[in-house]
């Protein structure tokens, strides 16, 4: 009984399989032309992949939290990969989802409840923090993978500026999580390493830390400075501001622009 729980608590749920299943067959409608527009196309196949990278990020922290000591991670839906079992749904999909819409940012969101006192030692909470955003960096480095081998010969247009446009997600994202803010995952990485007295004092910032980091993104100077470092790393990976700009110019379908981003339809 006890066994057959485990492997319930751990099987890969029908709606995240579900979201894999639409960021194939878009990615394939967007490869191939097959869709009228090639901006929805583009939409639905860069929000199906950002959705599936929200619960690789989440299921990220709890796996960590299972190997650290958290065995409570299993019971609550974590290692399902359903972004429905997460704590604030609100916080870790429909927010983040919204903020990419909006400004073509990916901001992060709420993470799986772990419970710290189940784990000892403070390199394995920093990891548990650190897990995250790693899996963000690594789907970058995915997503740049055919820009920095150079390996674009034969990648239809449309498609490459997908790639680019979700590297531009990911790439945001892992820095934007990596910041020591309360309530980010940067700063509970250094959190348990900081003195009981100055955690106490910023315990209460972790509630407000996403929204005043997001706030902060809507001055326009804070922004230049942040996509000019998004647009660094990028070019350090071989994905031409063009490019990821042409992405979320498709994204944005329903403005219907016309310009140099413009694809020929099938």
Not at 110 to 118: H, K, M, Q, T
Request: aromatic share 12%.
């Amino acid at each position: 009984m006890v066994h057959q729980r485990t492997r319930s608590e751990r099987q890969v749920s029908s709606v995240f399989l579900g979201m894999v299943a639409i960021m194939a067959v878009t990615g394939w409608a967007v490869w191939t032309g097959y869709s009228q527009s090639a901006g929805l196309a583009v939409f639905l196949f860069v929000t199906s992949a950002w959705l599936v990278s929200l619960c690789l990020h989440e299921y990220a922290h709890a796996r960590t939290a299972l190997h650290g000591g958290d065995l409570t991670v299993g019971a609550k839906g974590y290692l399902t990969l359903n972004p429905l079992k997460y704590t604030h749904v609100l916080l870790s999909v429909v927010l983040p989802l919204l903020f990419v819409i909006m400004g073509g940012i990916g901001l992060p969101g709420g993470a799986v409840f772990i419970e710290r006192d189940r784990i000892r030692g403070r390199w394995k909470h920093s990891l548990i923090s650190a897990a995250g955003p790693l899996t963000n960096v690594a789907f970058a480095v995915v997503c740049t993978a055919p820009f920095w081998l150079g390996a674009l010969d034969g990648v239809p247009q449309p498609f490459r500026f997908a790639l680019a446009f979700l590297a531009l997600l990911q790439v945001s994202a892992s820095i934007l999580n990596f910041l020591p803010v309360p309530g980010l995952d940067g700063y509970g990485v250094i959190e348990p390493w900081l003195s009981y007295r100055v955690r106490r004092e910023l315990a209460p910032l972790a509630p407000v830390g996403l929204i005043a980091v997001f706030a902060l993104l809507w001055i326009p100077a804070v922004n230049a400075v942040f996509f000019d470092v998004v647009h660094g790393a990028l070019s350090a990976l071989g994905v031409p501001d063009l490019d990821s700009y042409c992405g979320f110019d498709l994204f944005r379908f329903w403005e219907d622009t016309e310009g140099f981003c413009a694809v020929p339809q099938p």
